[in-house]
């Protein structure tokens, strides 16, 4: 990033780095030291770099990604995105990665003429493969989940087979 200094009350980059970090490693039920094993760190330094310790090292949030099967490139935006949240949001369905995969397609089907594509058209795009995105979950069909929801509550369960409702 640019600019090291975060606004007063934002948190820094190490602080953004490390949240997602620590959310991946705990969403996946591991703990520092296996991870640390996985990356081949030393532990002592596997804390560092999960503590945001360090700058931001490319190679070591794709060796994390790799032990913890997550998107690396989610990580990297969680921190832009200053939403370390979506490092462990995605790290099942690792969007990041697959639109990484679709743009080396898409760069090695243009070539030099990527150059020709303006912003605005881009930013279009973009707008419109996200709503439609959007759109597919709000229609997705949950009948199977909410029957299962209500059978279960029948029977005094607190349990849910609703997406929004498991993660929490």
Do not use: C
């Amino acid at each position: 990033m640019a600019d090291d200094e975060p606004k007063p009350g934002e948190p820094t980059v190490g602080e953004l780095l490390s949240a997602a970090l620590v959310g991946v490693r705990k969403h996946r039920r591991m703990r520092a030291a296996d991870v640390a094993r996985a990356m081949g760190l030393p532990l002592r330094t596997y804390e560092r770099f999960e503590a945001g310790q360090d700058r931001i090292d490319l190679e070591r949030v794709i060796k994390f990604a790799e032990a913890t099967d997550s998107d690396p490139f989610a990580i990297i935006a969680s921190v832009w995105l200053k939403s370390p949240e979506f490092a462990v949001q995605t790290a099942e369905n690792k969007p990041m990665v697959v639109m990484m995969l679709a743009l080396r397609n898409f760069h090695d089907d243009l070539g030099d003429d990527i150059t020709l594509i303006e912003p605005r058209v881009f930013w279009g795009g973009f707008r419109r493969l996200f709503q439609d995105l959007t759109e597919h979950v709000r229609k997705r069909d949950l009948s199977a989940e909410t029957w299962l929801d209500e059978q279960a509550r029948r029977m005094g369960l607190d349990v849910s087979f609703s997406p929004r409702r498991r993660r929490r």
